[in-house]
C-alpha cells in the first residue's frame, strides 16, 4: 500500500467528489421536474403531448447515456450548438433521469383509488387542489422507493460523464492510474468515496420510506 500516493490523491478526489456532487444534485433536480411533467401529461392523457412524452421515454431508456452524451457533446456542434461540457452532462442526465422519474410518478398516481378522486371532484375541488391534496400525497408514499432508487442511479451514471473530459470521480482515477500506475490505490479511493457519498444517501431514503409509509411525520 503506497500511503505517499494516498495522501498526494485525497485532494483530487475530494474535488472529484464535489464535481460529482454537483453534476448529482442538478441532474436530478432537472430529471424530477421533468418526470413530474411528464407523468402528469400521461396521467390525463393530454392530446398531442400524450404521443410526444411517450416517445421521449422510449428513447431516453433504450439508449445508453454514453450514447446521448456523444450526441450532446459532439453532435450539437454540427447542428450549430455548442454546449459545455458540464451543461452536456447535466442535460444528458436528466435526459436519462426524467423518463424512469416519469415511470415512477405515474405508476403512483395512477395508485390512488378512482373513487377518492371522483370524491374529490365532487366537493368542488380543481383538478389542481385534486393533484395537491388527494392524488399527490398518496402518490409521493407510493413512488418514493422508486424515486430514491433512481436518485441512486443517477449519483452512479456520473461515472460516465468523464468520456466527455469532465474531472470526476471516475475520470480522476483513470488519470492517476495513467500517470502512476497505482492501479489498486486508486481503485481504493474510488471505491471509498462512492461509499462515503452513497451510504447516507441511501439510508436516509431508507428513513424518509418508512416514515411515508407509516405517516409518522408530526408524530
Not at 9 to 29: D, E, H, N, R, V
Not at 53 to 72: D, W
Not at 175 to 199: Q, S
Amino acid at each position: 500500500m503506497n500511503w505517499e500516493f494516498i495522501a498526494m490523491s485525497l485532494p483530487l478526489y475530494q474535488k472529484a467528489a464535489w464535481i460529482t456532487l454537483q453534476l448529482s444534485f442538478w441532474g436530478i433536480m432537472a430529471s424530477l421536474l421533468i418526470g413530474f411533467l411528464c407523468s402528469n401529461i400521461l396521467y390525463y392523457k393530454i392530446r398531442g403531448l400524450q404521443t410526444v412524452v411517450k416517445a421521449y421515454i422510449e428513447l431516453s431508456r433504450n439508449t445508453p447515456l454514453l450514447i446521448q452524451l456523444f450526441f450532446l457533446y459532439y453532435g450539437l456542434t454540427k447542428l450549430g450548438f455548442s454546449l459545455s461540457e458540464k451543461t452536456c452532462a447535466i442535460a444528458g442526465l436528466a435526459f436519462l433521469g426524467g423518463s424512469y422519474m416519469a415511470e415512477a410518478f405515474r405508476g403512483g398516481m395512477e395508485s390512488v383509488s378512482k373513487s377518492q378522486i371522483e370524491s374529490g371532484l365532487s366537493i368542488g375541488l380543481s383538478h389542481w387542489q385534486l393533484i395537491r391534496y388527494v392524488v399527490f400525497p398518496q402518490a409521493f408514499a407510493v413512488t418514493l422507493p422508486s424515486i430514491g432508487a433512481n436518485c441512486i442511479f443517477l449519483l452512479k451514471e456520473t461515472s460516465i460523464v468523464g468520456a466527455i473530459a469532465i474531472p470526476e470521480l471516475m475520470h480522476t482515477t483513470q488519470d492517476l492510474i495513467g500517470m502512476y500506475y497505482h492501479t489498486f490505490e486508486a481503485l481504493l479511493l474510488l471505491v471509498t468515496t462512492y461509499l462515503i457519498i452513497l451510504l447516507p444517501l441511501s439510508l436516509f431514503l431508507s428513513w424518509l420510506e418508512r416514515k411515508v409509509r407509516y405517516a409518522e411525520f408530526g408524530s
